[in-house]
Antibody
């Protein structure tokens, strides 16, 4: 069965960086994009960007451009999201989710059908 | 960016009654070349990640109870729960995946009356 398992909770100081991992299993890792979505406590869902595990191509929401980097290690079916220059407003639950299907060089937009369990990132001095 | 607006923000419905949640996009999410609406609905219970309920606006994900249905096209969409059960208490989100950034509605909190 498809599973996305994320790394554990992190506590960081303002200005630091955090790197969250998302290990996929139960499907061909390179065939689907990984998206990252965050949610501050009691708030709604905010899409951060996508990463294609086959090509390494990425697309980021403008809000996070220059501060976020999404990468992968296909040898261990793991995607990463690194966020720099952390501030208190970045305190949130971060989720990875499976998205677009890619085959033969083409990718097809689709819903986010499987989600990781979430990683709580707390930014506090 | 496509803005997704849900209504109402919160909703209280009696057990066994119908619940209806609306979602409006600031521009059409209907892709004319395949006649598909790039619109999904998610359910999120406290302490859990979102769970996909519907995609292509009206296709139920395998395993989702038949009391959940989705409708609409273009810019106006509806999620309906035909007979509310206690386990349906949650926050519901619509999301467009027609163009990046893939935006979500603000959420609708569904409670038992």
């Amino acid at each position: 069965q498809v599973q996305l398992v994320q790394s554990g909770a992190e506590v960081k100081k303002p200005g630091a960086s955090v790197k969250v991992s998302c290990q996929a299993s139960g499907y061909t890792f390179t065939s689907y994009d990984i998206n990252w979505v965050r949610q501050a406590t009691g708030q709604g869902l905010e899409w951060m960007g996508w990463m294609n595990p086959n090509s390494g191509n990425t697309g980021y929401a403008q809000k996070f451009q220059g501060r976020v980097t999404m990468t992968r290690d296909s040898s261990i079916n793991t995607a990463y999201m690194e966020l720099n220059s952390l501030r208190s407003e970045d305190t949130a639950m971060y989720y990875c989710a499976r998205g677009a299907y890619c085959s033969g060089g083409d990718c097809y937009r689709r819903e986010l059908d499987y989600w990781g369990q979430g990683t709580l990132v707390t930014v506090s001095s | 960016d496509i803005v997704m607006t849900q209504s109402p923000d919160s909703l209280a419905v009696s057990l066994g009654e119908r619940a209806t949640i609306n979602c409006k996009s600031s521009q059409s999410v209907l892709y004319r070349s395949n006649n598909k609406n790039y619109l999904a609905w998610y359910q999120q219970k406290p302490g859990q990640p979102p769970k996909l309920l519907m995609y292509w606006a009206s296709t139920r994900k395998s395993g989702v109870p038949e009391r959940f249905s989705g409708s609409g096209s273009g810019t106006d969409f509806t999620l309906t729960i035909s007979s509310l059960q206690a386990e349906d208490v949650a926050v519901y989100y619509c999301q467009q995946y027609d163009s990046t950034p893939y935006t979500f509605g603000q959420g609708t909190k569904l409670e038992i009356k």
